[in-house]
Each structure stands twice: as structure tokens, then as C-alpha cells.
């Protein structure tokens, strides 16, 4: 299997400093089938949908994208610059996601 290129910053000042929790959710997300459908597939009515289908649509160009939007958005725990668990904010995205829009509820993890 080939490594996937880097596409998220992570660096050890300013607003991406430790995010390598939230990188390695939305790299596991983007490699999701199902979701990266529902994520290329929406609307994108809100903020935080356009900003995570912006994220998706850039792979492969190149460009690196923050993730400093997505994690403010979930609160100040994701924003505040400091280590955090990558399953809460796995946790945090989805809740976030289900109440923006419920079809988020009804993708197959498994499948």
C-alpha cells in the first residue's frame, strides 16, 4: 500500500500547533468511503461542512490545509494549541456533524 502525501498542517507554533490528533482523524475520514461520499456529496451549507469539503477536495493538489477552523468550531479543548485525544475529537466531529445535518448518522463504518 502506498503512503498517502501529507495534505494537513501540523507545526509547533501558532494555531496548528498539535493538531496531529485532528490530522489523523480527518486521514482516516477522507480514506472512509462512505463518508468521503456524503462529505463530496453535500451541500455544504454550513461553515464547518464547507471547511471539512474543502479539506477532502484537496488531496492530491498539493496544497496543505489547516485544520484550525474545524477544531475552533468544536470548542475551545480542539483550539486551545494543546495535546488532545483523537477519539474525543472524532467523538466531537460527528456529534457536530449529526446535528448539522442527520445524514451523517446513517454511514456504515464496517461495510
Known amino acids: 500500500m502506498a503512503l498517502l ?29 462512505d463518508f468521503k461520499h456524503q462529505i463530496e456529496q453535500s451541500d455544504a451549507i454550513s461553515l464547518f461542512e464547507k471547511e471539512l469539503k474543502s479539506i477532502f477536495q484537496s488531496e492530491g493538489s498539493g496544497e496543505k490545509k489547516s485544520t484550525a477552523v474545524l477544531r475552533s468550531a468544536l470548542g475551545n479543548d480542539f483550539s486551545s494549541g494543546t495535546q488532545q485525544d483523537s477519539k474525543e475529537f472524532f467523538d466531537s466531529l460527528m456529534s457536530h456533524l449529526r446535528r448539522l445535518n442527520p445524514i451523517y448518522g446513517d454511514i456504515h463504518w464496517l461495510d
Open 5 to 33: 502525501p501529507m495534505f494537513l498542517i501540523n507545526t509547533s507554533l501558532g494555531k496548528d500547533k498539535n493538531s496531529c490528533y485532528s490530522n489523523c482523524i480527518l486521514q482516516i475520514l477522507r480514506r472512509t468511503q
